[in-house]
């Protein structure tokens, strides 16, 4: 008999950006895999993870402006697979870049990168992904040492690598992010790309001429220190995972370390900003 999950089923109106903070606040509680549709999102977690009060104090569900239901269901484990590869499109970003599935045609673009994204986090299709690639595709990164922080399934680190970056490092805290990027690494013949798990600890000592973070506001906040000094003279930093009403206190913090602010893209009110040193 296989693993035992949790399917909830939410129904959420408006979808967005309902739908994003939902999918991070459950990340946080031990959900594992999720997927979006016509309605909303079906979100599932082990059984032997689940407790009963496991959605109380969930941000999102407190919040006026956003129609929330859901329904719960015990299920076997499934092909994970057969379900992202249903709502699993490719995408282009800047007409120079394609994200797609290996199931997905080849097309004619600069920079054609396969992602298998299991569980993990980062196809593109998300907001803060789609601006960091947008960020590489207008940056210079030729020689440069470069480091995906919180890398998800690695796509930053390819593109940053195709780009003619190196050497390039990417770390994830989770897991199954660290596996799922070794895989995409090599699927994309990435191969001299090095994949680390663990967190901002394991920088001590590292430097870096460009460093992209694509996490959340809180983790930012508390490793912005931690990234300006790793920083080369003259290097950049990108961030991203955080609202428009956050960019005031990132970049306070940015400048309180010497980083000036360059630039930043919005998209369905998530931010991208670029610092440099």
């Given at each position: 008999m296989g693993l035992v999950y949790l399917e909830y089923d939410f129904t959420i109106k408006p979808a967005q950006p309902a739908t994003d903070i939902l999918i991070a606040e459950l990340g946080e509680v031990g959900f594992e895999s999720f997927v979006e549709n016509e309605t909303g999102l079906l979100a599932y977690i082990l059984k032997s993870d689940w407790r009963e009060d496991i959605l109380n104090g969930l941000y999102i569900l407190q919040q006026p402006g956003f129609e929330i239901s859901w329904t719960q269901k015990e299920i076997q484990q499934q092909n994970w697979n057969a379900e992202w590869e249903r709502n699993f499109h490719p995408i282009t970003v800047g007409d120079r870049?394609?994200?797609?599935?290996?199931?997905?045609?080849?097309?004619?673009?600069?920079?054609?990168?396969?992602?298998?994204?299991?569980?993990?986090?980062?196809?593109?299709?998300?907001?803060?992904?789609?601006?960091?690639?947008?960020?590489?595709?207008?940056?210079?990164?030729?020689?440069?040492?470069?480091?995906?922080?919180?890398?998800?399934?690695?796509?930053?680190?390819?593109?940053?690598?195709?780009?003619?970056?190196?050497?390039?490092?990417?770390?994830?805290?989770?897991?199954?992010?660290y596996l799922n990027t070794q895989e995409n690494i090599e699927r994309n013949d990435c191969g001299s790309i090095k994949a680390f798990q663990g967190d901002s600890s394991l920088l001590k000592g590292k430097e870096y001429d460009v460093i992209l973070a694509n996490i959340n506001r809180n983790i930012l906040m508390e490793?912005?220190?931690?990234?300006?000094?790793?920083?080369?003279?003259?290097?950049?930093?990108?961030?991203?995972?955080?609202?428009?009403?956050?960019?005031?206190?990132?970049?306070?913090?940015?400048?309180?370390?010497g980083l000036q602010f360059e630039k930043n893209l919005e998209k369905n009110n998530w931010i991208s900003a670029k610092y440099v040193n």
């Amino acid at each position: 008999m296989g693993l035992v999950y949790l399917e909830y089923d939410f129904t959420i109106k408006p979808a967005q950006p309902a739908t994003d903070i939902l999918i991070a606040e459950l990340g946080e509680v031990g959900f594992e895999s999720f997927v979006e549709n016509e309605t909303g999102l079906l979100a599932y977690i082990l059984k032997s993870d689940w407790r009963e009060d496991i959605l109380n104090g969930l941000y999102i569900l407190q919040q006026p402006g956003f129609e929330i239901s859901w329904t719960q269901k015990e299920i076997q484990q499934q092909n994970w697979n057969a379900e992202w590869e249903r709502n699993f499109h490719p995408i282009t970003v800047g007409d120079r870049c394609m994200v797609r599935a290996p199931f997905h045609p080849a097309a004619e673009v600069e920079y054609d990168i396969v992602i298998e994204p299991k569980m993990s986090f980062g196809t593109g299709h998300h907001e803060t992904t789609h601006m960091m690639l947008q960020h590489i595709l207008d940056m210079d990164v030729q020689g440069k040492s470069v480091l995906d922080m919180g890398c998800g399934t690695g796509v930053l680190a390819i593109l940053a690598k195709k780009k003619g970056a190196g050497p390039v490092d990417a770390i994830d805290i989770d897991e199954w992010c660290y596996l799922n990027t070794q895989e995409n690494i090599e699927r994309n013949d990435c191969g001299s790309i090095k994949a680390f798990q663990g967190d901002s600890s394991l920088l001590k000592g590292k430097e870096y001429d460009v460093i992209l973070a694509n996490i959340n506001r809180n983790i930012l906040m508390e490793d912005i220190p931690v990234y300006v000094e790793c920083l080369t003279s003259g290097g950049t930093l990108l961030l991203s995972g955080f609202y428009s009403g956050d960019l005031d206190a990132i970049s306070s913090k940015c400048a309180a370390y010497g980083l000036q602010f360059e630039k930043n893209l919005e998209k369905n009110n998530w931010i991208s900003a670029k610092y440099v040193n």
